[in-house]
């Protein structure tokens, strides 16, 4: 019976540490290796684009396993969202003239959702005065 073959991630640490040990009189080169090295430690980052409706929102949910990413609104997916793991939902609003705040979320059918505490998104003001209610990306 042969050994297990080796996981690719320590397949790919074990390179970049000897790629450095290969560079080490290349600062720049040496730094650029550790860089790359420490990310490797991080969560993936994915990044989904694609043109209005075209199933973005129902991707991510189905790699999370779960409904983070609202799949009928589309004034909130026209803004950058980020989705970081956390073992509680929440979500922080950056606005462009106020400091970052959390809103509150809450489940609507299994979905994620959240009050805008009666602000809107407008492309051209940032957030802006509604007073209504969405079901919109929060980070997670």
Not at 49 to 64: C, D, E, F, I, P
Request: net charge positive; charged share 25%.
């Amino acid at each position: 019976m042969s050994a297990p073959a080796p996981q690719l991630g320590s397949v790919v640490r074990v390179l970049l540490r000897r790629t450095i040990d290969a560079y080490r009189d290349s600062p720049q080169a040496v730094g650029w290796l550790q860089h790359n090295l420490q990310r490797f430690d991080e969560p993936l980052r994915v990044a989904i684009a694609g043109k209005v409706k075209a199933g973005k929102s129902t991707l991510l949910n189905a790699l999370v396993g779960e409904e983070i990413a609202p799949t009928d609104a589309g004034e909130c997916t026209r803004v950058v969202t980020w989705y970081l793991e956390s073992q509680v939902p929440k979500v922080t609003m950056f606005p462009r003239t106020a400091p970052p705040r959390q809103l509150t979320i809450s489940r609507t059918n299994g979905a994620l959702a959240f009050d805008l505490q009666a602000r809107r998104w407008s492309r051209s003001t940032g957030w802006r005065s509604s007073g209504r209610r969405r079901a919109c990306a929060p980070t997670r």
